[in-house]
């Protein structure tokens, strides 16, 4: 399975539209500029806690800190006691060079451990408080750039890793909820070490040089909730024995 770069992997399943023999009459993105705020904010925080919690497990999210959306950026709207960190990912966690970086629609539900919540989280801040500043993608790349040059944004944390389960997830237009997983942050192009991406092998690799990291990607059989995954969106979930 090929895995287009991104920052947030699942978001870049989308088929590769095969040109037309006959030239194409040019098309405007779908996604080509942001959207009004608005349209990415959540107005309901219970129900905008719910959603972030369910990336989990319970026994995870439950004694996780989470975050919500707002106008400033993200803002602590629960206290947790186990270093974890929830909360609803937009379109914007993805790499600039990403289709659907300014998609409205994106849900991303996810939930980071103690290590990733230190040194990889602060990047998807960083962005997204130069989105709701109104910046442009190449302002957004070239600040990423700047503060990892400066150390600004912290190196990567050995065992940075985090969960993506939620049931409720919309990761992109195609794909949608996609498929439950676990991602694991790994700093530099480190597919290779993993053997990631290779015939049998379950982990899947996307290496995102804009952010220098390298995400490795295991699908789990069964959302959060514990429920079966099926590759049917519309068949019944059967109950998963944990």
Same mark, same amino acid.
């Given at each position: 399975?090929? !895995?287009? *770069?991104?920052? /947030?992997? @699942?978001?870049?399943?989308?088929?590769?539209?095969?040109?037309?023999? @006959?030239?194409?009459?040019?098309?405007?993105?779908?996604?080509?500029?942001?959207?009004?705020? $608005?349209?990415?904010? !959540?107005?309901?925080?219970?129900?905008? !806690?719910?959603?972030?919690?369910?990336?989990?497990?319970?026994?995870?999210? $439950?004694?996780?800190?989470? /975050?919500? /959306?707002?106008?400033?950026?993200? *803002? &602590?709207?629960?206290?947790?006691?186990?270093?974890?960190?929830?909360?609803?990912?937009?379109?914007?966690?993805?790499?600039?060079?990403?289709?659907?970086?300014?998609?409205?629609?994106?849900?991303?539900?996810?939930?980071?451990?103690?290590?990733?919540?230190?040194?990889? =989280?602060?990047? !998807? =801040?960083?962005?997204?408080?130069?989105?709701?500043?109104?910046?442009?993608?190449?302002?957004?790349?070239?600040?990423?750039?700047?503060? /990892?040059?400066?150390?600004? #944004?912290?190196? #990567?944390?050995?065992?940075?890793?985090?969960?993506?389960?939620?049931?409720?997830?919309?990761?992109?237009?195609?794909?949608?909820?996609?498929?439950?997983?676990?991602?694991?942050?790994?700093?530099? $192009? @480190?597919? &290779?070490?993993?053997?990631?991406?290779?015939?049998?092998?379950? *982990?899947?690799?996307?290496?995102? %040089?804009?952010?220098?990291?390298?995400?490795?990607?295991?699908?789990?059989?069964?959302?959060?909730?514990?429920?079966?995954?099926?590759?049917?969106?519309?068949?019944? %979930? *059967?109950?998963?024995?944990?």
């Amino acid at each position: 399975m090929q !895995i287009k *770069t991104t920052s /947030l992997p @699942a978001l870049a399943l989308i088929a590769l539209v095969a040109s037309s023999a @006959a030239p194409a009459r040019p098309q405007p993105a779908p996604y080509a500029s942001a959207a009004p705020l $608005d349209q990415y904010l !959540i107005p309901d925080k219970t129900a905008e !806690i719910a959603l972030a919690r369910s990336a989990a497990p319970k026994s995870i999210s $439950d004694v996780a800190e989470v /975050l919500v /959306l707002g106008r400033e950026g993200y *803002t &602590s709207a629960a206290k947790g006691t186990s270093g974890f960190v929830c909360l609803v990912q937009r379109s914007w966690a993805a790499a600039t060079d990403f289709t659907e970086f300014w998609n409205p629609k994106v849900r991303a539900p996810i939930c980071f451990n103690a290590a990733s919540a230190r040194s990889y =989280l602060p990047i !998807i =801040l960083m962005k997204t408080k130069l989105v709701v500043a109104g910046k442009s993608k190449a302002e957004i790349a070239q600040a990423v750039k700047s503060g /990892l040059d400066s150390k600004q #944004l912290p190196p #990567l944390e050995p065992g940075a890793m985090c969960y993506m389960m939620s049931r409720r997830q919309y990761l992109n237009d195609k794909d949608r909820s996609w498929h439950p997983h676990m991602m694991w942050f790994v700093p530099g $192009d @480190a597919a &290779s070490s993993w053997g990631a991406n290779l015939p049998g092998s379950p *982990t899947l690799a996307a290496n995102d %040089p804009e952010e220098r990291l390298t995400i490795m990607l295991v699908w789990v059989d069964h959302w959060s909730d514990g429920t079966l995954f099926r590759a049917d969106a519309h068949a019944t %979930p *059967t109950p998963h024995k944990m």
